[in-house]
């Protein structure tokens, strides 16, 4: 065995994978479900303040913006020098833009906080601890060690929208952003977990820089079509979680019913996410993506037709959550498998930014279409059409690596039979 190439050999993980999964779920999960029932605030806040739903859209628009373009940098912050410093990062920010929000009295701290919320969810999110829990995992394992972080999602929504629905209802809206902001300091002990740097992997090839990895992703048509059908996932998510509860209330329902449809839509998604973690080992994941969007786009002109009752309402949103963030572990999937684990967080991140930027579309559209009609049956058009465009992108997508990643698992073997 060449003594060279055994030296650069990547390092055992410090901690075990379990330990991982773990505190970065939890975190996942805060973060995530912090920022998710922000759609809860959007009746309340307009109306003690006496502006339109158009602001209020218009900040989470912004907000999801800022998570897309941020994710990038702090992906590639984690993937060089850890995930820690970006979760402490993203949860400072998350608790300093709930508190924001909370003693504000105009659309402008409505937006400054927005942004600062993006900037929290960029830290604590998927995309910053995608690529410490593909490294730490084993590649047999690794779709189903990032399912579980999009799982740990669901659990967090399932969790805090109850929590801040109670706090609103007791204390009013905004002294329960105060309490938020409180929960949210927990996520900073739990960064002590992530901390330290990545291993370098590497083999008989140098490892890869910043630019090459980009120039190598941007030259890759099946890269382009995920990160183009990805812009449509945002744009579902972020739309259907934010106006639901308003659009519930519209119709005449109590507001009890959004509450519950988001938790069904949350627990729900734990089981689609854990299903889609599981389906990468018997199925090629650009297919299972074919399917989930075709699904969405089906349920969405159900929305359409259906009779719009407590019933009707949770039990469409339920299905909804099988198929909600499901992509995440196949579609970041798709990026281990195209271009290996070394700058993961980093291209999931440019990936996640397409997402981020049909979050914005769906949420500004959103708030424009409402205030300009007063109705969201356009948006639930303008949704299932994206859905099928989303199928049609996915189904086309080449699933194997790049020549470089053959190269280096070709030189990996070569050296094991050393």
């Not at 927005?114 to 910053?128: A, P």
């Amino acid at each position: 065995m060449n003594p060279q190439t055994a030296s650069k050999r990547p390092p055992k993980a410090a901690r075990p994978l379990w330990l991982i999964l773990l505190s970065a779920g939890i975190i996942v999960g805060m973060g995530m479900g912090l920022r998710q029932v922000m759609g809860l605030y959007l009746r309340p806040v307009t109306m003690d303040l006496g502006i339109g739903r158009e602001p209020f859209s218009n900040a989470l628009a912004v907000s999801n913006l800022v998570v897309g373009v941020a994710a990038v940098f702090t992906g590639a912050v984690a993937d060089r020098y850890g995930a820690a410093r970006v979760v402490v990062f993203g949860a400072l920010c998350t608790v300093g833009g709930l508190y924001l929000m909370g003693i504000t009295g105009s659309s402008m701290g409505i937006m400054l906080s927005g942004i600062l919320l993006g900037f929290g969810m960029s830290g604590t999110g998927i995309t910053s601890l995608v690529g410490a829990v593909g490294r730490a995992a084993p590649a047999e394992r690794r779709t189903a060690a990032i399912a579980s972080l999009g799982m740990a999602t669901g659990i967090g929504g399932f969790i805090a929208f109850p929590y801040a629905h109670v706090l609103i209802e007791a204390f009013g809206w905004r002294a329960s952003l105060m309490v938020l902001a409180a929960t949210g300091l927990a996520m900073l002990p739990l960064a002590l977990s992530l901390r330290g740097r990545p291993g370098v992997v590497v083999g008989v090839v140098k490892p890869q820089t910043l630019q090459e990895a980009f120039r190598e992703a941007f030259a890759l048509p099946s890269f382009w079509l995920l990160v183009v059908g990805f812009f449509v996932c945002g744009f579902h998510v972020a739309f259907y979680s934010a106006h639901l509860p308003a659009y519930v209330q519209d119709q005449g329902l109590g507001a009890w019913v959004g509450v519950w449809a988001l938790m069904a839509l949350g627990l729900a998604n734990i089981l689609g996410t854990w299903l889609a973690g599981q389906s990468g080992r018997y199925f090629e994941k650009r297919k299972v993506l074919t399917f989930i969007y075709l699904a969405r786009t089906v349920l969405f002109v159900v929305i359409i037709y259906m009779p719009v009752t407590g019933f009707t309402v949770i039990a469409v949103t339920s299905l909804l959550g099988l198929f909600w963030l499901s992509t995440i572990p196949l579609t970041s999937g798709l990026v281990a498998t195209f271009f290996g684990t070394h700058w993961m967080s980093m291209l999931f991140g440019f990936v996640f930014l397409s997402h981020q930027l049909g979050s914005f579309a769906g949420l500004w559209l959103a708030g424009r279409a409402y205030d300009l009609t007063h109705s969201y049956d356009t948006m639930w058009w303008i949704s299932a059409g994206l859905g099928l465009v989303a199928a049609l992108l996915n189904w086309p997508i080449r699933e194997r690596p790049v020549a470089r990643v053959l190269a280096q698992m070709g030189q990996a073997g070569a050296v094991a039979a050393e």
